[in-house]
């Protein structure tokens, strides 16, 4: 396996707490992987960790070949990882196409002189910009293009959550990161966002490694699955791998 991510030992304390306890890890490029585990137990640490949020206390990662254990959250953005929070971080008053170009900064970057002098470049720039947040709106679901100008407040929770992943994928990452996407919807939303997600997966070749509870979903799109507790991975395979694992049904599903 060519692993298009990899953790060696990666640690972070808190204090005296160890939320992410020498974690080895290696995603391939394609996988779906569920990334499951106790309240507590280090999963969004794990994000904060591999986005720069937080620095490592020990421990490596490296991204397509390169070490990016040092990385600030904007290079690591850079290099093509993005993601979602755990909290929905849309700014409700603006529109649909406002918050997807928050997550746009590499395609925003030439400041007041550029915006001042360059109009008609500028005003190509923004053309751009419509057309790339009205294709990705369309390949996700696409009932939501028709909505780009609408906001955000204004439209049902699954769509803010949908246009919270656009969000993180106008920037086109190669590995997508979500935590608890599903968080706050109904079981037959919860499947009808998977699916999307699935689609766009397959669309754009994505990778993703996705922090979900419902283990029916993790079921559902998974390739692999890792498990944590006290940030420690205890088990790693496919979702029937590690459901038959005792030490994930005694930690997580609570059971025997
Ligand atoms: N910024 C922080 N400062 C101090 N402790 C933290 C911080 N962030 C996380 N922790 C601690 O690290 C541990 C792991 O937290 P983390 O948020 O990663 O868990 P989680 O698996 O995402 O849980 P949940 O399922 O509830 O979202 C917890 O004990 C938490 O209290
Ligand atoms: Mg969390």
């Known amino acids: 396996m060519t692993a298009l991510l990899s953790c060696r030992g990666l640690t972070r304390t808190f204090g005296g707490l160890v939320a992410l306890d020498a974690l080895d890890v290696e995603v391939a490029e394609g996988w779906v992987l569920g990334l499951i585990g106790p309240n507590g137990s280090g999963k969004t640490t794990f994000f904060n960790v591999l986005t720069g949020l937080f620095p490592a206390s020990a421990g490596q990662i490296r991204f397509e070949n390169a070490e990016i254990t040092d990385l600030k959250p904007q290079g690591v953005y850079r290099i093509g990882i993005a993601r979602t929070f755990q909290r929905s971080r849309l700014c409700l008053p603006l529109s649909v196409f406002d918050n997807l170009m928050v997550g746009n900064h590499r395609n925003l970057n030439h400041g007041l002189w550029f915006n001042l002098v360059r109009r008609q470049a500028l005003r190509r720039q923004v053309e751009e910009n419509v057309a790339a947040a009205r294709e990705l709106l369309t390949i996700?679901?696409?009932p939501l293009a028709a909505r780009l100008f609408e906001p955000a407040g204004g439209i049902p929770m699954i769509d803010?959550?949908?246009?919270?992943?656009?969000?993180?994928?106008?920037?086109?990452?190669?590995?997508?990161?979500?935590?608890?996407?599903?968080?706050?919807?109904?079981?037959?939303?919860?499947?009808?966002?998977?699916?999307?997600?699935?689609?766009?997966?397959?669309?754009?070749?994505?990778?993703?490694?996705?922090?979900?509870?419902?283990?029916?979903?993790?079921?559902?799109?998974?390739?692999?699955?890792?498990?944590?507790?006290?940030?420690?991975?205890?088990?790693?395979?496919?979702?029937?791998?590690?459901?038959?694992?005792?030490?994930?049904?005694?930690?997580?599903?609570?059971?025997?």
């Not at 397959?202 to 507790?229: A, F, P, Q």
């Not at 979702?239 to 694992?245: P, T």
């Open 140 to 142: 996700f679901h696409a």
């Open 160 to 256: 803010r959550r949908r246009v919270e992943v656009c969000r993180a994928l106008i920037s086109r990452p190669k590995l997508l990161l979500l935590d608890e996407p599903s968080a706050g919807m109904t079981h037959e939303e919860t499947l009808q966002l998977m699916d999307d997600i699935l689609r766009v997966q397959r669309k754009l070749g994505l990778t993703i490694i996705l922090i979900e509870h419902e283990m029916s979903v993790i079921e559902r799109i998974t390739s692999h699955c890792m498990v944590l507790n006290y940030g420690r991975k205890i088990a790693e395979g496919t979702y029937a791998q590690v459901s038959r694992n005792l030490l994930v049904r005694q930690a997580y599903l609570g059971l025997e």
